[in-house]
């Protein structure tokens, strides 16, 4: 979801048979068209896929769940396009546990939202995490810097 430049797509092309690319920005759909023609892209938004109940068995977003406009209404389609037990893996940026880093995310949000294609600083992705359908298995912290920390972690799709 949210393929942006694509830049993930050579190496996930290594990993997996079937390949969809979900991107609502049009100047990045037309990117993505020209590089990767043979690839499926969906071009409906994250809150509303047009795609059937259980389509797919993985679903992944790097740096994405920031810019949505509603993170629980994503979580959902998430959990409705996975197959039962399908994983869902994640790579976001979250609002900093450290008080300073905190107080700087919160303070440059206003500015940075317009700037940055509506890159909200200060998700909460674990809490949102917790309230969805999506049961989650693994949520680890990774600090590339001292200012934004990074989660990384998988959920599932509970099995019937």
Known sequence: M?????????????YVTDLVLEEPEPSFQRYLQAIYPDIPLLVSPAERLEMPDESF????????LCS????????????RVLVPGGQYLFLEHVLSGRP????????????WRPLAGGCNLTRDVRSALLASPLD???YQLVRPGPLIPIV???ASRRAR
């Open 2 to 14: 949210g393929a942006g430049p694509g830049l993930d797509v050579p190496r996930l092309s290594n």
């Open 57 to 64: 068995d993985t679903v992944l977003t790097s740096l994405v």
């Open 68 to 79: 949505v406009a509603r993170l629980d209404t994503v979580l959902e389609e998430i959990h």
């Open 100 to 111: 300073l880093a905190r107080a700087v995310q919160i303070g440059l949000n206003p500015v």
């Open 136 to 138: 989650l298995k693994e």
């Open 152 to 154: 990384v972690g998988r």
